[in-house]
């Protein structure tokens, strides 16, 4: 810059030779701003950006030591800090507990004809309301009404049978009770003493087994109870068919988050299949997609049971062999004497058998002049009068959904809260309704270290405004108290101390307490002035929680520090 000037100066007196003529009145000032933009045009180029670099190069220090300048007063105490507190006063609380659950009809009823006939009389419609009591329809059936008359003979003779051979042998011979393996076998021979309840074997039924599997509740409504299913045993690398038994509608949950619901599947068994195995069961929907479980599952027998001795006495014979497959009714151990174990075995099979034809005779003849069992809409009607029924034909079926209970579940903490007869209120997608809780199960599932009882809740549903099989939303008021002290949430904070314990307190102001505990370990800052006191507390809700001890109304306690910087940052 200086160099500029002295050329600047060096060239004023040639100017001044060169243009004599004075400036025009008023315009004194003229002369010195044209001389400095002249100065700067008279710069050489690269002059003037270097110029222009150290110019923005200086604003850019300034920037940078404001920013640091900042930050460090920050850091030196200047972000301002505020302790927050409340005050222990009288107040109301409400605590509830909320939940989901899915509704289904209470009642529901299907008849079905087990033996051919001619219908009479169809006494409904198709959607007609129908009271127990209700005629349903006449079918003609002589066959129903023979059946019935021979099974009863049939069962007669077959008691005064069995009666007479069980008086002989009461007691002296040890049968198996259902049809299975002995494990476990007691080894007793010929002159053995044996007692009265003395176990001598394990029966295990494994004529069929069972098989449980857990699906995604993606797929509800897909698996149902008396469905087919394909079942793989990679054991035998074969698959078999099975029947789902049961489906439970429980609430599993997976590492990944995916919630499950189980179904028992029974497997019928022809002699390759063993307790242990490991088994798959999958179906394949109406539309063409496989359902497969989350998991593989292990076969178990369909049910087990010790055997014992109903009497005392001396072994005469015992032919109980570890793995050995027997019949129900096969006798095992005679104490004694001896009798005939097939006359027995062969009696008591045959009064199983008249029995259940028996009753399904009956069924079937009370069927055929059916009367509604509940309350409900007749569905499912495909019949007429002069129509001749096949054997074992579905010919009605009626629901009552004017009454539906919600399968809910409530977890460990509230469960002692809720009771039989306690109001419920329910929200089904804006619709609202009043339940009431009918019953909660003694029984738990236990998922994620969290314990969930099933809690049954009925609700009126006369006008029909509830969707059936569908989720619902529950609300129900555990316990309230209209006049107890309260404290927000954030002022009641869980401790440990230096020996391990663990305490609910709340860290009062002024002196220290006589009842203030040492040793508190935080990992949080607490202001100086404040003393963590003991408190036992009481219901919650989702701001404030009940103070039954510990502090007394308008004691100050702190909540906590908010902080704040001068500068906005």
């Not at 023979?146 to 002296?172: F, H, I, P, S």
């Not at 039924?205 to 990679?234: C, H, K, N, W």
Request: charged share 20%.
């Amino acid at each position: 810059m200086s160099e500029v000037m002295d050329r600047e100066k060096q060239a004023a007196p040639e100017s001044a030779s060169a243009a004599p003529t004075p400036p025009a009145a008023g315009a004194a000032a003229a002369p010195e701003k044209t001389s400095l933009w002249k100065k700067w045009k008279g710069m050489p180029r690269k002059k003037r950006r270097k110029i222009v670099r150290w110019f923005i190069f200086l604003l850019l220090l300034l920037a940078i030591g404001l920013v640091l300048w900042r930050f460090l007063a920050g850091k030196n105490g200047e972000a301002e800090t505020t302790v927050l507190t409340e005050v222990v006063q009288y107040g109301s609380i409400t605590a509830t507990v909320e939940g989901s659950g899915l509704t289904k009809a209470k009642d529901s009823e299907t008849i079905t004809i087990a033996t051919a006939g001619t219908v009479s009389e169809v006494l409904v419609n198709e959607g007609d309301t129908v009271e127990p009591g209700t005629p349903l329809f006449i079918i003609d059936s002589d066959a129903a009404r023979t059946a019935v008359d021979k099974a009863r003979q049939d069962v007669l003779g077959r008691e005064k049978q069995l009666n007479a051979l069980l008086k002989d042998v009461a007691g002296l011979n040890l049968a198996a009770g259902y049809p299975g393996k002995l494990l476990d076998v007691a080894d007793l021979n010929p002159g053995d003493t044996i007692s009265k309840e003395q176990k001598v074997a394990v029966l295990a039924d494994d004529t069929r087994l069972r098989l449980t599997q857990y699906y995604s509740y993606a797929y509800e409504g897909m698996i149902r109870q008396g469905q087919s299913m394909d079942v793989s045993i990679p054991a035998l690398m074969s698959s078999l068919p099975g029947t789902v038994e049961a489906v439970h509608m429980v609430s599993r949950i997976t590492p990944e988050g995916t919630k499950l619901f189980s179904a028992d599947i029974l497997v019928e068994n022809e002699g390759a299949l063993s307790a242990e195995m490991a088994a798959s069961a999958t179906v394949v929907t109406p539309e063409g997609e496989t359902v497969y479980p989350y998991e593989p599952g292990k076969l178990e027998y369909y049910r087990t049971g010790d055997l014992k001795s109903t009497v005392n006495g001396t072994v005469i014979s015992s032919s109980l062999v570890d793995f050995l497959q027997v019949s129900a009714g096969q006798v095992l151990v005679v104490i004694d004497g001896e009798d005939s174990e097939a006359e027995i075995y062969s009696a008591q099979q045959s009064l199983e058998e008249a029995q259940k034809t028996l009753e399904t005779a009956e069924k079937n003849l009370a069927n055929c002049n059916a009367v509604a069992s509940i309350a409900g809409k007749v569905i499912g009607l495909t019949m007429k009068p002069g129509d001749e029924i096949a054997a074992n034909t579905t010919v009605v079926t009626i629901s009552d959904t004017s009454s539906l209970i919600v399968n809910a579940t409530v977890d460990e903490r509230n469960v002692s809260a809720v009771q039989a007869g306690t109001m419920v209120n329910l929200d089904q997608w804006g619709t609202q309704a009043m339940g009431i809780v009918e019953s909660v199960s003694l029984s738990s599932t236990i998922n994620n270290g969290v314990a969930t009882y099933p809690m049954i809740i009925s609700v009126d549903n006369t006008e029909e405004t509830l969707q059936v099989n569908s989720y619902i939303n529950y609300t129900l008021t555990a316990s309230e108290n209209d006049n107890c002290l309260i404290l927000p949430l954030q002022a009641v904070r869980t401790v440990s101390t230096e020996s391990g314990e663990s305490l609910t307190v709340v860290y009062v102001s002024g002196e220290k307490p006589s009842t203030a505990v040492e040793g508190v370990m935080v990992d949080e800052m607490i202001p100086e002035g404040y003393w963590p006191v003991p408190v036992e507390i009481g219901i919650s809700d989702n701001y404030n929680v009940e103070i039954k001890s510990g502090v007394e109304e308008g004691t100050e306690v702190f909540t906590q520090i908010q902080m704040s910087s001068s500068y906005g940052f």
